[in-house]
């Protein structure tokens, strides 16, 4: 026996889809059989990995998302429900940081990323999990999926990105909350805490000298790759996560254990 990767008739919307993790979730989904809804502001980006998808023998929707727009958000899950139809999996990654000390916060950074890491996250998935209430009423036997992106930071304090690490910490108490609450609807929601994983993003940054000098920190001397996250999505997102529910996982290459 082995796990079931087979996404045939699923639909899987993922946020901040337009780059990094959230690209690489949703090729991922795609690439198993999911219909994935691709969403995030830069809907052009969006149109580009579409069209990716779609060359790969996959099928993908694009909806306009601002995480930090309740109306946003709102229309968004509609459109993406007319368009590829009932969210079955919901990955929420959308995600934001700033680089300071926290005597240097503003009230402008501070709203920057907790808008868009926590109040976003939150009724993104509470929009979801409104919808996915609904069907399940209607008919007990459906399961649901939602996997939020957490971090690494939510878990252990990172210097120099405080409220970034608040606004994740915020996310683990998310998940588990929804997770109490929901649960009794068929819906499991989890969350992955990645640690240091190199993308486009941040792939120049970990080439600098303080780059190399954070690498050099870490358990086995690397960073992990978009990739190494695969396994665990595809768990989450899956029938052979049924008892998993409230779960909060490193992947992290041992960096919460030092």
């Known amino acids: ?50 069209a990716e998808i779609e060359a790969d023998g996959g099928a993908a929707h694009v909806v306009s998302l601002d995480v930090t727009d309740y109306a946003s958000i709102k229309s968004a899950i509609a459109h993406a429900e007319t368009e590829a139809g009932p969210i079955d999996i919901l990955v929420n990654n959308s995600g934001v940081s700033t680089t300071q000390r926290l005597v240097d916060v503003t009230p402008e950074d501070y709203n920057f990323v907790m808008d868009t890491n926590l109040r976003g996250a939150f009724f993104v998935a509470q929009e979801t999990a409104k919808r996915m209430i609904a069907r399940v009423k209607g008919d007990p036997s459906k399961k649901h999926r939602i996997i939020n992106i957490a971090s690494v930071a939510g878990l252990r304090v990172l210097p120099q990105i405080g409220v970034y690490c608040m606004s994740k910490a915020g996310v683990v108490q998310m998940t588990k909350a929804m997770a109490v609450e929901w649960g009794k609807y068929g819906i499991n929601t989890n969350a992955i805490c990645p640690g240091y994983i190199s993308t486009e993003i941040n792939e120049e940054y970990f080439a600098t000298e303080q780059g190399q000098k954070l690498i050099e920190m870490l358990p086995r001397k690397r960073p992990g790759k978009p990739e190494d996250l695969d396994g665990l999505l595809l768990l989450l997102a899956g029938e052979d996560s049924n008892f998993i529910n409230g779960a909060v996982i490193s992947a992290d290459d041992g960096m919460t254990a030092m």
């Open 1 to 50: 026996m082995g796990i079931e990767v087979n996404f045939e008739g699923k639909i899987a919307l993922i946020t901040g889809a337009s780059s990094g993790l959230g690209a690489r979730f949703a090729k991922v989904l795609a690439q198993a059989g999911a219909q994935v809804v691709l969403a995030s502001r830069r809907t052009e980006r969006l149109k580009e990995l579409r």
